[in-house]
C-alpha cells in the first residue's frame, strides 16, 4: 500500500488573495449584467456548473450561457468567435496562436485554473484493478486485447472493452499524445455520448475499461459522485518503469501536487472578449480566490496556490513547505 508509514496527512490549501495575470483585480461594476457565451470541454462539466452558481449568486445580472461540448467542437466555437470564452484542457498552440495575429492581430488572454486527472473506471466485480502505464499503452494500441493476455491468472476472461465518452473527445486526444506518442488508438475501442453515459456502460459490462475525466468523480462529498462511484471502481497506476500503484481515493492532493499519479492535464480558459464584461469577469472569479477555493473542495489542485504538506509519521512530525509555487508552470 503507497504511502505506507504515513498515518495523518493533511493538505492545507492557502489561496493567495490576488489573482493571475492582467485578469485579476476581480469583477467588478462593469461585468455586473451583460450576456457572454462560454464553450467548455465536456469532461469539465461538474466544476464549471459549481462555478457558475457561485458567481451567478454573486452577479445574478451577469447572464453566462455556457454550452458543453467537445474540445474539437469547443475549440472550434472559439475560433470562429461564436463565443468569448472557453475552457479546455491545454494551452493554445502556436499555429492556433498565430492564425490569431494574422487573422485578429491579437492573440486570446490564456488563464491557468487548475489540475485534473484522467480516470480508468472497471466494473466492481474486476480483480484486476492495478495496471502499469506499458499495460496500458499495451491496451490502447490494441496489442493486449483480453484480460486473460493482460493477466494469466486472472478470473476474469473475455475481450477488452475500452470505452470513451465521444469520438472526439479531449480523453482520446490526451491518451494519444501522453501514451501513444500521437499513434491512433486500435483494438475494441467504443465511444458513449458523455462521462455518466461511460459509467452506465462499465456499470453493465464487466470487461470494460472506461476512461473518464476525473472531475466527475471527485467531489466525494457529493451525493451524484458518491452514486457513480458504488457503481465503478477506479484503476490504480503505476508509472512507467515503476511498481507503486497510485489511486486518486485518498490524499489526492498530495497525490496531484507532486506528480504521483501519472494521468494529469491542466485546464486553461481561453479569453477573446478583449475587454471588462461578463466572459472576462467568470474567468477573473474561476480563476481568483473565491473560484480556486471551490476547485479545491472539488478536489482539483488550483492554479493559484500556496500548499504546506504535513505528514505525521509514527514518532515524529514532519513540515514540508512549497513556497507559492503555480501548478500551471
Same mark, same amino acid.
Given at each position: 500500500m503507497e504511502l505506507k508509514s504515513v498515518k495523518i496527512f493533511l493538505v492545507l490549501i492557502l489561496l493567495s488573495i490576488?489573482?493571475?495575470?492582467?485578469?485579476?483585480?476581480?469583477?467588478?461594476?462593469?461585468? *455586473?449584467?451583460?450576456?457572454?457565451?462560454?464553450?467548455?470541454?465536456?469532461?469539465?462539466?461538474?466544476?464549471?456548473?459549481?462555478?457558475?452558481?457561485?458567481?451567478?449568486?454573486?452577479?445574478?445580472?451577469?447572464?453566462?450561457?455556457?454550452?458543453?461540448?467537445t474540445e474539437t467542437e469547443a475549440v472550434r466555437l472559439f475560433m470562429v468567435d461564436s463565443a468569448q470564452v472557453a475552457l479546455v484542457p491545454r494551452a493554445l498552440s502556436n499555429q492556433e496562436k498565430e492564425w490569431f495575429r *494574422?487573422?485578429?492581430?491579437?492573440?486570446?488572454?490564456?488563464?491557468?485554473?487548475?489540475?485534473?486527472?484522467?480516470?480508468?473506471?472497471?466494473?466492481? *466485480?474486476?480483480?484486476?484493478?492495478?495496471l502499469s502505464i506499458e499495460q496500458l499503452r499495451k491496451?490502447?494500441?490494441g496489442e493486449i486485447k483480453d484480460w486473460k493476455s493482460l493477466n494469466p491468472k486472472t478470473k476474469n476472461s473475455g475481450q477488452i472493452q475500452v470505452v470513451f465518452d465521444n469520438n472526439r473527445s479531449s480523453l482520446i486526444r490526451f491518451i494519444q499524445d501522453s501514451l501513444l506518442g500521437g499513434k491512433a488508438l486500435e483494438g475494441n475501442i467504443y465511444a458513449e455520448r458523455s462521462n455518466p453515459g461511460v459509467i452506465n456502460?462499465?456499470?453493465?459490462?464487466?470487461?470494460?475499461?472506461?476512461?473518464?475525466g476525473y472531475n466527475w468523480v471527485s467531489d466525494k462529498q457529493d451525493t451524484l459522485v458518491q452514486n457513480y462511484l458504488r457503481k465503478v471502481r477506479m484503476i490504480a497506476i503505476a508509472k512507467e518503469g515503476q511498481?507503486?500503484?497510485?489511486?486518486?481515493?485518498?490524499?489526492?492532493m498530495y497525490k496531484i501536487s507532486h506528480k504521483k499519479y501519472p494521468l494529469l492535464r491542466k485546464l486553461y480558459f481561453w479569453n477573446?472578449?478583449?475587454?471588462?464584461?461578463?466572459?472576462?469577469?467568470?474567468?477573473?472569479?474561476?480563476?481568483?480566490?473565491?473560484?480556486?477555493?471551490?476547485?479545491?473542495?472539488?478536489?482539483?489542485?488550483?492554479a493559484s496556490e500556496i500548499i504546506r504538506l504535513v505528514e505525521i509519521k509514527e514518532g515524529n512530525i514532519k513540515v514540508e513547505k512549497d513556497a507559492s509555487q503555480n501548478s500551471a508552470q
Open positions: 490576488g489573482i493571475l495575470s492582467c485578469d485579476t483585480q476581480g469583477p467588478g461594476a462593469t461585468i *455586473s449584467k451583460g450576456k457572454a457565451k462560454i464553450v467548455v470541454d465536456e469532461t469539465m462539466q461538474p466544476i464549471i456548473e459549481a462555478e457558475l452558481r457561485a458567481f451567478k449568486q454573486q452577479y445574478p445580472k451577469a447572464e453566462i450561457q455556457v454550452h458543453f461540448t *494574422s487573422k485578429y492581430k491579437f492573440v486570446p488572454k490564456e488563464t491557468p485554473f487548475a489540475t485534473d486527472a484522467v480516470v480508468l473506471i472497471v466494473h466492481p *466485480s474486476n480483480p484486476d484493478s492495478q491496451i490502447f494500441l456502460y462499465v456499470q453493465n459490462n464487466p470487461n470494460a475499461i472506461g476512461v473518464i511498481n507503486e500503484f497510485v489511486k486518486l481515493d485518498e490524499y489526492v477573446r472578449e478583449g475587454k471588462m464584461g461578463p466572459a472576462t469577469g467568470f474567468v477573473s472569479y474561476a480563476a481568483g480566490k473565491d473560484g480556486q477555493l471551490i476547485a479545491f473542495k472539488a478536489d482539483l489542485l488550483p
